[in-house]
């Protein structure tokens, strides 16, 4: 089974990262977290920051001996298509994200990254938040 979670390093991201290491060692899963730089952004010190993340949460799952992979993405895709992408191309069984708690009307439609992601994704998707 391969689980993915999508990480930016944020409080939310990294909550869902909690859920899906714990779910990645209940079904002796492989998890892949994946990050991306949305739409080819070339900003250096953001995109290191996220690299940084990345290898903080693969050392984690070592640490928990949960079998990782670490991605990020620079496509020039948004980030919701990029990881509707790489899920499909990778064969991903579920996919864990973060989901930020909305108004009555963002509640309506959700994020535009979280709505799409639930909607397009090739498997389940389990919300965090």
């Keep these: 089974m391969k689980i993915m979670v999508g990480y930016d390093g944020s409080d939310l991201s990294q909550r869902a990262l909690a859920v899906a ?21 070339g900003d250096k010190v953001k995109n290191t920051r996220m690299q940084t993340g990345l ?40 996919i864990v994200i973060g989901l930020r708690k909305r108004s009555q009307l963002g509640k309506l439609l959700f994020g535009s990254t979280s ?11 389990l919300t965090v938040k």
């Excluded at 290491?21 to 002796?28: E, F, G, H, I, S």
């Excluded at 991605?71 to 064969?91: C, G, I, P, T």
């Excluded at 709505?115 to 998707?125: D, G, S, T």
């Design 21 to 41: 290491q714990k779910r990645a060692k209940a079904l002796n899963a492989q998890l892949h977290i994946f990050t991306s730089a949305g739409n080819g952004n």
């Design 55 to 94: 290898k903080d949460a693969e050392m984690m799952c070592t640490a928990c001996s949960i079998e990782c992979q670490i991605e990020m993405s620079e496509h020039k895709l948004s980030v919701a298509e990029d990881m509707v992408r790489y899920a499909a191309e990778n064969e991903i069984d579920e």
């Design 115 to 125: 709505r799409e992601v639930i909607l397009q994704a090739p498997c389940p998707v």
